[in-house]
């Protein structure tokens, strides 16, 4: 197939996907990113636990240096993701990594105080450092989740208990200070789910106020980690996007792959052959993005991962991406690429 980035951007695109540590060791890899990428997100390079492991706050930048070089001399943007989120963060920061519904109030083993200090520390020190190298940001990943019963819809746990619900606009205006220059996104998840209109609702309504005050938010994310029986609303993703739009905001597609496999009628059986879970993911996938790409606000779009046997999902859902464990492009690939192809500029 056409190179995706190549695709893509002869139609005011992008296309990329997360890319970690194997990009730098598999050859063949390297190869299809810089074949089919435009673009790379950061994945766990720059998140908490990898940067800030010890509580003295000394930085580990390995990975995220390494990642740099090779887009740079592969001439590939990067996207840092994300400077601040409730999970992946550090043990000596908080109790556990998790900030999932099912999951009890999560505290730190270090004072409030220490924790606005290692925050603001964290942001700042992280977007400094790579300014004029890495010039898109998640700064807040996955501020809402409505089962945690706040009337905003946000989480309740982490940061929400150092700063309130405004470490959202401290965060960005953080980071706006930190590089001016730098474009900052909003990235959330769920947002394209049947019945998850209070998710899109809550989102809108945290977007409309970071504008309201004036917030130096650019952007935002639609993860878009599709699970086959969870569905997508067909008129929630239009409605969400158009607003969007109408707000002037870029939007991504940020980290696209689908969990397929499945007991229920709307995922794939387990067990299915390769061709079977392939199609079925590929038509899944592919109304989806027909409803987004249509509208001129969607600037780019990632996966999460590229090749298969990278994916987070992989034990479980082992087909989820667009090229398969072989680096040869899947279903998914050419329902990606005819979407880049018939994209609209509503």
Not at 71 to 85: D, F, M, Q, R, Y
Not at 88 to 96: E, F, G, I, R, V
Not at 290 to 295: K, R, S
Request: charged letters at 20%; proline letters at 5%.
């Amino acid at each position: 197939m056409d190179s995706l980035h190549a695709t893509a951007q002869a139609n005011g695109l992008i296309f990329g996907a997360a890319a970690g540590p194997p990009l730098l060791t598999d050859a063949s890899l390297a190869a299809l990113y810089r074949e089919h990428c435009g673009l790379i997100t950061t994945d766990i390079a720059l998140k908490w636990g990898t940067v800030r492991p010890s509580s003295d706050m000394a930085p580990v930048w390995t990975q995220a240096d390494a990642l740099l070089a090779w887009a740079e001399a592969s001439n590939i943007k990067v996207k840092g993701h994300t400077l601040i989120w409730n999970e992946y963060n550090p043990a000596w920061l908080w109790t556990n990594s998790s900030t999932a519904p099912n999951y009890g109030a999560l505290t730190s083993p270090i004072k409030v105080e220490d924790a606005k200090r290692c925050f603001d520390q964290h942001i700042t020190e992280t977007v400094e450092r790579y300014a004029g190298r890495i010039q898109i940001w998640d700064v807040v990943n996955e501020a809402i989740e409505p089962a945690h019963k706040r009337s905003d819809g946000m989480r309740a746990k982490t940061w929400m208990t150092v700063w309130g619900p405004k470490y959202v606009e401290r965060a960005f205006a953080r980071a706006h200070a930190a590089n001016p220059s730098a474009k900052l996104f909003l990235n959330e998840q769920s947002l394209e789910r049947f019945n998850y209109e209070p998710n899109r609702v809550k989102f809108l309504a945290l977007v409309d106020r970071l504008l309201d005050a004036g917030i130096p938010l650019h952007g935002v994310g639609l993860e878009s980690h599709l699970i086959m029986w969870a569905m997508v609303s067909h008129e929630g993703v239009l409605w969400l996007v158009d607003a969007l739009d109408r707000r002037g905001l870029d939007v991504h597609i940020s980290e696209l792959d689908v969990a397929h496999a499945g007991a229920s009628g709307q995922a794939v059986a387990l067990g299915s052959d390769a061709a079977t879970i392939d199609a079925a993911v590929a038509e899944f996938v592919a109304p989806m993005l027909a409803d987004v790409m249509q509208f001129k606000c969607v600037k780019a779009l990632l996966t999460w991962q590229l090749v298969d046997k990278y994916s987070w999902l992989y034990s479980q859902h082992p087909r989820p991406l667009p090229f398969d464990n072989s680096y040869q492009p899947k279903p998914l690939a050419f329902a990606i690429e005819r979407a880049l192809i018939n994209a609209g500029r509503r």
